[in-house]
């Protein structure tokens, strides 16, 4: 089980923090996401990351801006987000996939690779 974090209204070019805690076993998860998606559109990859295969990833819109990290001893994975944008604002969810053994670079953004999945926070940014 995931759960997030951090969500809220900030303004414009403010940071903003989300946190996301694996509750449970987490000893063969390796890769861990973060995704947003506006009311009406498609789940977009921001942010991914990989125990053993490179990374961390970051979608071009996000890159710069926002970084992702991991506290292991805490199971807990955060993205820092800076220099907020109106269009940041969406719901933002963390995803954690176990045992991936692909090119993680080719799937980082796809929605469907991720096997467990938070509730989601929303971020609005005026």
């Known amino acids: 089980q995931l759960v997030e974090s951090g969500g809220g209204s900030v303004r414009t070019g403010e940071p903003r923090r989300l946190s996301c805690v694996a509750l449970?076993?987490?000893?063969?998860?390796?890769?861990m996401g973060w995704f947003r998606q506006v009311a009406g559109g498609e789940r977009e990859g921001v942010a991914a990351?990989?125990?053993?295969?490179?990374?961390?990833f970051y979608a071009d819109a996000v890159k710069g801006r926002f970084t992702i990290s991991q506290d292991t001893a805490k199971n807990t994975a955060y993205l820092q987000m800076n220099s907020l944008k109106p269009e940041d604002t969406a719901v933002y969810y963390c995803?954690?996939?176990?045992?991936?053994?692909?090119?993680?670079?080719?799937?980082?953004?796809?929605?469907?690779?991720?096997?467990?999945w938070g509730q989601g926070t929303q971020v609005t940014v005026s």
């Open positions: 449970g076993d987490t000893s063969n998860v390796n890769c």
């Open positions: 995803a954690t996939r176990t045992d991936f053994k692909f090119s993680f670079a080719n799937y980082w953004s796809q929605a469907g690779i991720y096997d467990s």
């Open positions: 990351d990989h125990s053993g295969y490179g990374g961390p």
